[in-house]
């Protein structure tokens, strides 16, 4: 077993690459930058919407 730790925001990340997801659509100031910073190295693309509606289309 490793001792390397993980962050949520890294299992986040490492299960979203998991099942290949190519984006995370996000809103500015959801305050998710632990997840931000975790995709810095990482694919998925964070695509970021200005409204809401537009992430649901």
Not at 12 to 32: K, M, Q, R, S
């Amino acid at each position: 077993m490793s001792d390397k730790t993980f962050s949520g925001a890294e299992l986040v990340v490492e299960t979203l690459n998991a099942y290949n997801v190519p984006h995370i659509f996000d809103i500015p100031g959801a305050e998710v930058d632990a997840v931000f910073d975790a995709v810095c190295d990482n694919v998925p693309e964070i695509i970021l919407c200005h409204q809401l509606r537009w992430i649901t289309r």
